[in-house]
């Protein structure tokens, strides 16, 4: 007889690609399984690979990783260490504060994740001398077949390691963080959802900020009056073209107020002569 105080245990449940289980470890979601013919890759080169992944296995990204639809893979820099405690750092040549990766370390690591990437798989180290974050290289990521992420710490890494790999170097921002973990899951992020099938509706991802070099317009939704507040009355005529105008004109504008740097890139003068 089943005792009615005990829950009943998930059944396995498969999805085509993938047989889900549940379980309470988030980590399950990344447990190494074959590659899936076709389905790009994250490959995340870590110290903390419990760090992954994270808010990536939540909400759309989280489902489409179990779907089948991304992989995910975090490489522990750990096992790579030298000696009887796995050292993975050193002191700076030349002195200096902090530890910094070292090349024996860092490189057989890219060794083992790059093994069977294609020619279409980018290496990236994040670093905040790297060039920051866009839209552009999101999209240009997810045309790829995968990306390698190296995460840094410390002081970072043995420069020769970036020169011996031809490691592209990305930074989420002008500031300094104490890991690179973050910034690979936003990176991550920004990606996977530009990939088919991910948010349900490829139309999602086209009015949105930084698509079309502008910032998107504001949304709204119900109720139609909020605090004395009213939705705009043009988003409730129904007038599709008037709808589009107003979208635009309001991109435009909060595009020049917050962001004068893409106001200026998107009307830069085309003929060199022109001023």
Known sequence: MTDPTTPPVAKPRSLGRKTIR??????????????????????????????????????????????????LEAIDLRGF??????????????????????ADVVGPAI????????????????????????QALMQTLAAADGVTLLCGRFEGVDERVLEEYGVQ???LGDFVMTGGEIAAQ???????????????????????????????????TRPAEWKGRPIPEV??????????????????DITRARRPDLWAR???????GES
């Open 22 to 71: 549940a379980s309470l470890q988030p980590r399950e979601l990344m447990t190494p399984t074959p590659d899936l013919k076709g389905v790009w890759k994250a490959k995340v080169i870590t110290l903390f690979p419990t760090a992954f992944p994270g808010v990536l296995g939540e909400s759309l990204t989280g489902k489409a990783l179990q779907e089948g639809r991304w992989q």
């Open 81 to 102: 260490g030298i000696g009887k405690h796995r050292n993975v750092d050193d002191t700076p040549s030349g002195g200096g504060a902090g530890m910094v990766l070292r």
């Open 111 to 134: 060794e083992t994740a790059q093994h069977h990437a294609t020619a279409n798989w980018p290496l990236i180290y994040l670093s905040p001398r790297g060039r920051t974050m866009t």
């Open 169 to 171: 170097e990305v930074s």
């Open 186 to 220: 936003a990176l991550i992020d920004a990606t996977v959802r530009l990939l088919p099938g991910v948010l349900g509706n490829d139309a999602s991802t086209e009015d949105e900020s930084f698509s079309h070099g502008l910032l998107e317009h504001p949304q709204y």
């Open 235 to 252: 988003l409730m005529s129904g007038h599709h073209g008037k709808i589009a105008e107003w979208r635009q004109a309001r991109s435009n």
């Open 266 to 272: 998107q009307h830069k003068p085309t003929d060199p």
